[in-house]
């Protein structure tokens, strides 16, 4: 496994033990470029607890995150919140899963939530930093 966090960036990785059973996600290889949407993003998510549907209500936000021993003050994050009411589309344990538009295309990964909104981190942004792919 391979962790790294700072303020911009909370990833894990774990290697499977079987490769060869992992599936495609069905995900198109391109993120969404942000900067390229200036309207509503409309995005959904199937987590780990739950799944749902909202909106990217801002992005490049900077918010105090609380993780499992400590508060991080993590900059460039998504503000996400469901459709029609200010509430958090994610419960704790979807951290990790993929947020995707209509038309299969990631825009972010959870990293926490609260009674309002979900936190992501772009796509865009983690690819861009890490050189990764989407598979």
Request: charged residues 20%; proline residues 5%; hydrophobic residues 35%.
């Amino acid at each position: 496994p391979y962790a790294y966090q700072d303020r911009e960036f909370d990833i894990a990785l774990v290697k499977p033990d079987d490769p060869s059973k992992i599936t495609r996600s069905g995900l198109l290889s391109e993120p969404l470029k942000l900067s390229q949407h200036p309207g509503r993003i409309s995005v959904s998510f199937d987590g780990a607890v739950s799944k749902g549907d909202g909106y990217v209500f801002a992005g490049e936000v900077e918010e105090p995150i609380r993780f499992a021993n400590q508060t991080v003050r993590m900059k460039g994050l998504l503000k996400i919140c469901a459709n029609g009411k200010l509430t958090s589309i994610s419960k704790p344990g979807d951290s990790g899963s993929a947020l995707y538009t209509n038309d299969n295309r990631v825009v972010g990964i959870i990293i926490a939530s609260n009674d309002f909104f979900t936190y992501a981190m772009s796509m865009e942004k983690i690819m861009s930093g890490w050189n990764a792919s989407i598979y």
